[in-house]
């Protein structure tokens, strides 16, 4: 049970409550816009999507439709899709950086032989 009740947690602790407030940044934006671009439309969708899914998820957990190896499968694969948010920016920004620099070296080399 230790699973399913750390699955719970997380789901109604954590992840539908930031669904939630990231709805509510998006409610905020086309209120202060106006109107929705079709970018925030289809986050928007998206969104109430993922929080309903956990809501599912979770009435899952409660009438015992998912048991505790399934629990830990779930639990395990949210909290490394969580943890990983903030790590994707980083690693593009870093790889294509070190490309560049490498490149831009080379033709600045070229440039100054032909300058003599």
């Known amino acids: ?3 399913i009740t750390q ?10 409550p930031d669904v939630e407030e990231h709805i509510d940044d998006i409610f905020e934006s086309i209120a202060s816009q106006k109107d929705a671009t079709v970018e925030e439309r289809a986050q928007l969708e998206d969104m109430q999507a993922l929080r309903d899914e956990y809501k599912e998820l979770l ?6 439709d998912i048991d505790e190896e399934e629990a830990e499968q779930l639990y395990t694969e949210l909290t490394s899709m969580r943890e990983g948010e903030g790590d ?12 560049d620099e490498d490149d831009y070296d080379e033709f600045d080399l070229e440039d100054e032989d032909n300058q003599y």
Do not use: F, R, V, W
């Not at 699955?7 to 539908?16: D, F, G, S, T």
């Not at 994707?88 to 490309?99: A, S």
């Open 7 to 16: 699955l719970k947690h997380l789901i109604q602790n954590e992840l539908i």
């Open 1 to 3: 049970m230790a699973y």
């Open 59 to 64: 009435t899952e957990l409660n009438s015992g």
């Open 88 to 99: 994707e920016e980083d690693d593009l920004y870093d790889d294509e950086e070190d490309e």
